[in-house]
């Protein structure tokens, strides 16, 4: 059956006065109803589209997120925006507290110098409390990016170093960083700071920042903020798989040859390797064949005083330093 409208030539000849006071065209006075062939018997029914189910309409939602979530992800730079640089004043004796204190010139670097405005400044930090700092990087200021911190002469000692947060100022990037002993509590200590920007160019890139907002005890999927970039136009995952273990996916075909590199560094404002300091803890750094790794005991930690012997299980697959537990690491076949 087909149901159409018409309508005459003009509206003044079928006045619908509604409640309102408002006069208008009655649409329902001029449906007309065409029996179309069939209908009494014989012919083909109509195609009737049948509603989409639970699950479809899950999927649609899903989908219909993840393209908002892509669209509206950092987009690359015009120029790359990076720096780095080793933090070399730990203490109060190298940096008291409150003082602007230069970085080591030479060993730092910064996009920020190929910027005439910018290229004749360095690096600075501000030790703002035992273990607290804010580290200035010239030239590279960018609402959307990434931050890492690595402890650096741990020399066989539990400490690690985590970003509590970063934003421009100015034409620079400050990243503020804390420091921890074995136990959890804050430590001055010396660390390196990265810091980037997406750029241009065609290498796959990605990064992720992880916040479920909820102490890290659920899964973000997928993740949207200034400092998650998918450089093939997908989006990022992160799934929790249990206390303290997460799988990130990074959606797109140029990650599918599972090449490359990958750096981790916690976003915390309290974390140590663990906050009971007596609990057993341990990390190893390798060097070498990672056929027949070797313990690189400068960057090697064990809460018992042991030193860490990871073992090699097969390809790209290892047992931990002080468990039973087998760690996998697909991208590259060592322990970091």
Not at 33 to 54: H, I, K, M, N, S
Not at 282 to 291: F, K, L, Q
């Amino acid at each position: 059956m087909v149901c159409r409208t018409t309508q005459g030539s003009g509206h003044d000849e079928h006045p619908n006065r509604y409640a309102d006071e408002l006069t208008g065209f009655d649409d329902w006075e001029h449906l007309r109803f065409d029996r179309a062939a069939g209908d009494e018997g014989g012919g083909p029914a109509p195609d009737v589209a049948l509603e989409p189910t639970t699950d479809e309409m899950t999927g649609h939602r899903a989908r219909l997120v993840d393209a908002l979530v892509a669209a509206g992800s950092p987009r690359p730079a015009s120029r790359p925006r990076w720096a780095y640089a080793y933090m070399d004043r730990a203490t109060t004796a190298e940096a008291p507290i409150g003082a602007t204190v230069p970085l080591t010139p030479s060993w730092q670097w910064s996009t920020g110098r190929l910027d005439p405005a910018t290229a004749g400044r360095r690096a600075t930090v501000v030790h703002t409390g035992t273990g607290t700092y804010e580290v200035r990087l010239p030239g590279v200021a960018s609402a959307a990016g990434i931050a890492h911190a690595t402890p650096y002469r741990t020399a066989y000692r539990g400490r690690t170093c985590g970003v509590t947060g970063y934003a421009p100022a100015g034409p620079d990037q400050v990243v503020k960083v804390r420091c921890f002993n074995e136990a959890g509590a804050p430590v001055d200590w010396w660390f390196t700071i990265f810091f980037a920007a997406p750029g241009p160019g065609t290498a796959p890139y990605a990064t992720v920042r992880y916040d479920d907002g909820a102490g890290g005890t659920g899964s973000v999927n997928p993740v949207f903020n200034a400092g998650t970039v998918n450089s093939d136009g997908g989006v990022n995952r992160v799934t929790r798989e249990g206390t303290g273990r997460y799988r990130v996916t990074l959606e797109g075909s140029v990650f599918a040859s599972g090449t490359g590199y990958v750096q981790v560094t916690p976003y915390v404002d309290g974390a140590g390797l663990h906050r009971d300091g007596t609990t057993p803890a341990a990390y190893a750094g390798v060097t070498g064949d990672p056929a027949a790794p070797v313990v690189d005991r400068e960057r090697s930690f064990s809460g018992n005083g042991e030193v860490p012997a990871p073992t090699r299980l097969g390809t790209g697959q290892y047992r931990g330093p002080s468990s039973n537990e087998e760690i996998s690491n697909e991208v590259a076949p060592e322990l970091r």
